[in-house]
């Protein structure tokens, strides 16, 4: 059972910037999803097991940057230039078959806890 240790997070205005990372102990394929009471969880970037492969959704291309560091097998979602819509629970999700971008929550083997980004007005 993998264990996906999500940070970062938080409240920022309209505008700013945030950063979240998630940390686990081996390769996988790894993406972010998002979502809001009463919604189903989206998907909103992530990189695929080699990490020759990044994907993002069209709500945020040019805004967020998704990244990771092998080192210490830490991914990273750089957020910036946020809008209230923003606002939701950020999860990150992750793969061990997947050599592909994950981009639905069938596809995903292990969960994050979750971390707020509220983003105001």
């Known amino acids: 059972q993998a264990q996906l240790v999500e940070s970062g997070g938080g409240s920022v205005q309209a505008g700013g910037s945030l950063r979240l990372s998630c940390a686990a102990s081996?390769?996988?394929?790894m993406s972010w999803f998002r979502q809001v009471p009463g919604n189903e969880r989206e998907f909103v970037a992530g990189?695929?097991?080699?990490?020759?492969?990044?994907g993002y959704a069209d709500s945020v291309k040019g805004r967020f940057t998704v990244s990771r560091d092998t080192a210490t097998w830490t991914w990273t979602l750089q957020m910036n230039s946020l809008k209230p819509e923003d606002t939701a629970v950020y999860y990150c999700?992750?793969?061990?078959?997947?050599?592909?971008?994950?981009?639905?929550?069938?596809?995903?083997?292990?969960w994050g806890p979750g971390t707020q980004v509220t983003v105001s007005s």
């Open positions: 990189i695929n097991w080699s990490g020759g492969s990044k």
């Open positions: 081996m390769r996988y394929a």
């Open positions: 999700a992750a793969s061990s078959r997947a050599g592909w971008v994950i981009k639905s929550v069938q596809e995903v083997d292990y």
